[in-house]
């Protein structure tokens, strides 16, 4: 009985840990889809914006700040795997990005015109304001490349009996992760050239790579039959 009760505990845990992994992932994804869908629909009366942070000037605040702290409150209480190197320990960077979360909802990005009323825990319009959420952002994202590429590409079991597929999980996470690189760094370069909405076109896609990471990590899509056997190298019939 006793290890009946244990091995149910394990198999929650698992699920558990699963289920918190995918809910980042559809937050992470759902950001930049309902701040663009909501800004298509008249309802709303909302101008497409330069960039995801902006959307705090808009009547879609709420929605970009909720999101925002969700994302890092899971992110905080999500214990992953220690290691005594920095750049692998899942959960001192899992606790690091989600500050992160917190600090880019509680320190916005400065408005186009400084008359704006702002809401935040500093109201006032100073260039300083706005380089502290642009770090929170890329320490943030640079945060999630690292997760992607050198985390989450541990552990998974040896499998001889199944060969390794393009579509294996780690290919998808370290393609995500330089995914989400190339976008931040691609950021400046087309805001040099002035590019309408490249901002927001180029922080949407670097989170859809983000959800996708953490959707493949939490098992969203399911891992049994052909799905298990490309992407995790395990048979789940």
Same mark, same amino acid.
């Given at each position: ?17 699963? %289920? #918190? ?15 663009? /869908? ?13 960039? #995801? ?96 590429? /050198? ?37 400046? #370069? ?44 395990? %048979?789940?019939?």
């Amino acid at each position: 009985m006793e290890t009946m009760t244990s091995n149910l505990i394990t198999d929650n845990d698992k699920i558990t840990y699963r %289920r #918190i992994r995918a809910a980042i992932g559809y937050l992470g994804i759902g950001l930049p889809i309902a701040l663009i /869908v909501f800004s298509w629909l008249p309802f709303f009366k909302t101008a497409f914006q330069n960039s #995801i942070s902006h959307y705090y000037y808009t009547n879609l605040r709420e929605i970009l700040t909720g999101i925002l702290c969700a994302v890092g409150l899971f992110l905080i209480r999500y214990k992953g795997y220690k290691n005594p190197v920095f750049w692998k320990n899942d959960s001192l960077l899992t606790n690091l990005a989600g500050a992160m979360a917190f600090g880019i909802a509680l320190f916005p990005t400065n408005p186009d015109a400084c008359c704006q009323k702002i809401y935040t825990l500093i109201p006032y319009c100073a260039n300083f304001l706005g380089i502290i959420h642009y770090t929170f952002a890329a320490t943030f994202f640079l945060i999630l490349a690292i997760l992607s590429i /050198v985390v989450f590409t541990i552990g998974q079991k040896q499998n001889l009996d199944i060969p390794v597929s393009i579509f294996n999980e780690n290919n998808i996470y370290s393609t995500c992760g330089y995914l989400i690189l190339c976008f931040i760094v691609l950021i400046p #370069i087309f805001s040099a050239f002035k590019v309408m909405y490249a901002t927001l076109i180029l922080e949407a896609l670097a989170l859809f790579a983000f959800g996708t990471s953490w959707l493949i990590k939490g098992r969203a899509l399911g891992d049994t039959g052909k799905l298990g056997e490309k992407v995790y190298r395990e %048979r789940n019939y």
